[in-house]
């Protein structure tokens, strides 16, 4: 068994983040496969692992617990079955670049989630996806580290995928099987930029987010112009109609564009963030009775 002092680990290292504010990694390694990924969890079983960042928002004072981000090496290989229309993708695989290479290859069932920054793991994990369709329609089986270092290989249906939700829990995803459909590479290009231009409409692309904060709520009760019960509405809707477009705290702003995006500029902590969180949710919560779950993941000192 190899040393623990193989991995090399850096030292107070910015996390980049698509909020693009909040605080470092006291530790972070970069493995690139399975045994470095062992190695990692012997420094530190609480590991933290970062994908791209793009759902993220973390503590201003940084973690201490050790970051992995999977950047290199074979966690970041791609492997295509052009005739049975398969793809084995590493967790570190950008998914916006996968989209576009499988449209080339005329494979389709990706290009609905054009527009969601993602590696493939945290695809998997928070289950990415919208109106055209979500990572589970396309992920067939899952490869991945438990925190004991074992490998676990999980079949699409011993996964617990609902909207916004994998249940891998602490599972280290290492490699996604996808299995896509053949199609006109012409026709996915089509759609693909049907699903762009729609989000360049209605989300603030050209500013740091991530995405959206909060989850779509199901209604209890029937809510005049939002929905019956049993319904899933818009929590942009909600915080548009509770009147929180354009509501600030320090350097971070609910989005005019699309109320369910917070905006954060130049000199925003992540407490801006949090705090405009909580009157947001508040003011949902007094108006609709209704308490908003975060879609964002919050990495907190612990
Ligand atoms: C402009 C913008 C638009 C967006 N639009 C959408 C959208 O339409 N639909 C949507 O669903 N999301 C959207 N998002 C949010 C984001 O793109 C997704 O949640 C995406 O899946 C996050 O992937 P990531 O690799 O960046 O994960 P990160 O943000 O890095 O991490 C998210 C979580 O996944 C965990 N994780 C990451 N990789 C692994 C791994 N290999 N193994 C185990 N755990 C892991 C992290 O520990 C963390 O808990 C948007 C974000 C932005 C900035």
Same mark, same amino acid.
């Given at each position: 068994m190899p040393s623990v002092t193989e991995i090399e680990i850096q030292r107070n290292v910015p996390i980049e983040t698509w909020f693009d504010i909040g605080g470092g990694a006291e530790r972070l390694a970069r493995p690139e496969n399975v045994d470095d990924i062992r190695r990692c969890l012997e420094v530190d079983p609480n590991l933290r692992v970062l994908g791209d960042g793009a759902n993220l928002l973390v503590d201003d004072a940084g973690v201490d617990e050790l970051v992995i981000k999977l950047d290199r090496g074979e966690v970041c290989d791609v492997c295509f079955d052009d005739e049975n229309c398969r793809v084995v993708a590493g967790a570190g695989v950008n998914l916006p670049k996968l989209i576009l290479e499988t449209i080339r290859r =005329?494979?389709? $069932? /990706?290009? $609905?989630? =054009?527009?969601v920054p993602a590696s493939i793991g945290g695809a998997a994990i928070m289950n990415a996806g919208g109106t055209f369709g979500q990572f589970c329609d396309v992920a067939s089986r899952v490869h991945g580290v438990d925190r004991s270092g074992a490998v676990v290989t999980l079949? @699409? !249906?011993q996964i617990d995928y609902s909207y916004r939700h994998s249940g891998l829990g602490n599972l280290i995803v290492t490699s996604v099987e996808l299995k896509l459909r053949r199609d006109d590479p012409s026709k996915l290009r089509a759609k693909l930029k049907d699903?762009? *231009? /729609? &989000? &360049? &409409? *209605?989300? #603030? /692309?050209?500013?740091? *987010?991530a995405g959206c904060v909060f989850k779509n709520p199901t209604l209890r009760g029937y809510i005049t112009?939002?929905? #019956?019960? =049993?319904? @899933?509405?818009?929590? =942009?809707? /909600?915080?548009?109609r509770a009147g929180c477009k354009g509501l600030k705290v320090g350097g971070a702003?609910? *989005?005019?564009?699309? $109320? !369910?995006?917070?905006?954060t500029k130049r000199g925003a902590t992540t407490a801006d963030v949090l705090a405009l969180m909580e009157q947001v949710g508040k003011k949902v919560e007094d108006k609709f009775g209704l308490r908003l779950?975060?879609?964002v993941v919050i990495w907190r000192r612990r």
């Open positions: =005329g494979m389709s $069932g /990706l290009e $609905g989630l =054009g527009g079949e @699409r !249906n699903v762009m *231009s /729609l &989000k &360049k &409409k *209605s989300q #603030p /692309l050209g500013e740091s *987010s112009e939002i929905g #019956p019960p =049993g319904a @899933r509405v818009s929590a =942009g809707l /909600l915080i548009d702003r609910v *989005s005019d564009r699309h $109320g !369910n995006f917070i905006t779950e975060p879609e």
